[in-house]
């Protein structure tokens, strides 16, 4: 089933760099940073082809975008990721002021913002941006059984 509406460009972009991570034999998940509607950011997650277990999609994304506007704040910017972060990278993101989290599939396992943790709804949580979760689930979730269910 088609979704009632388009996809939004940056979270299609997130799919597709989810599809080059999984095609890399990574975990697909891809995230992008945009600025006023423009890609800032983008990554996949890069942890086995880097040897970086801090190299999820979203740090990857946050690292490209505050590299290109020459500053770790990214107040204003929004994230558009495949998979609902996980607590360290909930955490980036609150310290990069991220205004706007947009997630795909909901991660009941390793997930921190409507999952486990709930890290935005903490008091030590010093910035929490706005959280709309669900958009490309479907896509997103049907990436990440398939990959699982082929190394099974």
Known sequence: MTPPFP??????RALDLARAAEAAGEVPIGAVVTLDGRIIGEGENR????????A??????LRAAATLLGDFRLTGCDLWVTLE????CAGAISHARIARLYYAAADPKGGAIEQG??????????HR??????????EASALLRGFFAARR
């Open 56 to 61: 999820h999609a979203e740090i990857v994304a």
């Open 47 to 54: 942890n086995r082809r880097d040897n970086d277990p801090t």
């Open 129 to 138: 941006p706005d959280v709309y979760g669900g958009i490309g689930g479907k």
């Open 7 to 12: 996809l939004p460009l940056p979270m299609r």
């Open 117 to 126: 943790p709930r890290l935005y709804a903490q008091p030590q949580c010093l």
């Open 85 to 88: 972060p996980c607590p360290m």
